[in-house]
């Protein structure tokens, strides 16, 4: 742990609840260690406002390895801040420098509806997932791992697009708030592998009607969403997905 600190200055986003005006509050932050993760520097600010009989600031986060999704803060304009490829809980202030003001808020889109502060519902993920982001097999023993061989091609595209976490920043990240990269990626992931082919078609135009059903907009091609993906999944995702679509079309209808 360094032995210097530093001083942040936050704007936090405060809403009590989404019925609520939200507002930006100012922060000052004391004695910050660069080798604190941004997610322990808000413990830190908390257990101060705690204190000092204030309400703590709420803010999503779990495992904090960068791999359950969980956290979701929009650092400065910047969905998961600065550093490329990473999420926000695996970012330090070692990426700030003494002195900084740094703008805290949440995700915001129309699908995600605001809880409280910094925490918005993110299920409309999950609903998609519910519309066709599984394989239906009976359970049991797995199988042997040579009984159903795989390209290697497939193999490293299926586990590139199953890197996707589902944090939504992909969402935050678009102006047209799509989630056509979260959706894409789940899409492509089963696209490539036999097991997931069974199902293929159903798949792809349950979710991809789920996602428009949900509120998400559609994709326009900025690319903002796979420049702010922590798992830097690719865009081809979602060229996949509708490749996918149109080809699945004429035989779902």
């Known amino acids: 742990m360094s032995d210097q600190t530093m001083t942040i ?45 204030e309400v703590p600031i709420e803010f999503d986060h779990d495992c904090r390895e960068g791999i359950c999704g969980s956290c979701n803060l929009v650092l400065n304009g910047m969905a998961h801040g600065p550093q490329k490829g990473t999420a926000v809980c695996q970012l330090h202030m070692r990426k700030y420098k003494d002195g900084d003001t740094i703008v805290v808020e949440p995700w915001r889109a129309k699908a995600f509806p605001m809880i409280k502060d910094l ?10 997932m519910a519309a066709g982001g599984y394989i239906s097999v009976n359970t049991g023993a797995p199988a042997d791992a040579n009984a159903l061989p795989i390209n290697k091609y497939d193999a490293d595209l299926a586990f590139d697009y199953a890197a996707c976490i589902g944090c939504g920043a992909c969402v935050a990240a678009c102006p047209n708030s799509s989630a056509s990269l979260f959706t894409g990626a789940k899409i492509a992931q089963l696209a490539h592998l036999p097991q997931g082919h069974p199902e293929r078609k159903s798949r792809v135009v349950s979710m991809v009607d789920k996602m428009a059903e949900e509120g998400f907009g559609d994709c326009s091609n900025y690319a903002e969403c796979e420049a702010v993906c922590p798992a830097e999944i690719s865009i081809t995702a979602i060229a996949e997905m509708r490749r996918e679509y149109f080809k699945a079309l004429p035989v779902i209808e």
């Open 9 to 53: 200055h936050l704007k936090i986003w405060r809403q009590n609840d989404p019925n609520t005006p939200g507002k930006l509050v100012d922060y000052t932050v004391d004695d910050v260690n660069p080798d604190m993760s941004f997610l322990e520097m808000l413990d830190w600010l908390n257990e101060r406002l705690m204190n000092e009989g």
């Open 119 to 128: 925490v918005v519902d993110r299920n409309a993920l999950d609903r998609i």
